[in-house]
């Protein structure tokens, strides 16, 4: 079980409707980005779900994840997180500070702020939160589903989560 469970006020999340998809991720891994894809992908032809994401940054195998989560986060003060999350999926390979830098300046963000944000480690405790939540939840490794609190493990092709998503919300 998701612990703690999707908390509107509290989670990155896209819409408000049906089942919560919470996914948890790490920046770097392609596995990541391709369940990210399937999410979107079913987003794209029905929006009766809500989509949250959470960082699960596995630093020894992807040394740039933790500093991309940090300037998502840091990004999403400036209302920016889902802008900046997308650019960083896409763009696996190259997360560097300045890439992460010129990426802010490419999508409108102050950057001056986010670069201070990210060297004062503010928002860093969202991501160790989210770290916990995944270890408590039983997800060891990115990229990791729940719907409605109950983890996933049917794959992120498109139609096999908008089944289990459509399944959810029919209880």
């Not at 989560?69 to 650019?87: I, K, M, P, S």
């Not at 860093?124 to 939540?133: E, H, L």
Request: aromatic letters at 8%; hydrophobic letters at 45%; proline letters at 5%.
């Amino acid at each position: 079980m998701l612990t703690p469970p999707y908390v509107r006020s509290y989670d990155h999340h896209l819409g408000d409707a049906g089942p919560a998809l919470v996914l948890f991720g790490d920046y770097e891994d392609q596995d990541t980005a391709a369940a990210h894809r399937g999410v979107m992908a079913v987003r794209e032809r029905w929006e009766g779900f809500t989509y949250a994401w959470r960082h699960l940054p596995m630093a020894e195998e992807h040394p740039s994840a933790n500093g991309a989560a940090l300037a998502a986060e840091c990004a999403g003060v400036q209302d920016a997180f889902w802008a900046f999350h997308h650019v960083l999926l896409a763009r696996q390979d190259s997360l560097s500070v300045p890439d992460l830098l010129n990426y802010a300046s490419q999508i409108g963000l102050e950057v001056t702020t986010l670069m201070q944000d990210m060297m004062d480690e503010k928002h860093a405790d969202r991501i160790v939160d989210n770290i916990r939540s995944a270890v408590d939840s039983g997800a060891r490794r990115a990229p990791a589903i729940f719907i409605d609190g109950v983890r996933w493990e049917g794959g992120w092709e498109p139609e096999a989560l908008e089944g289990a998503l459509r399944a959810a919300l029919a209880g």
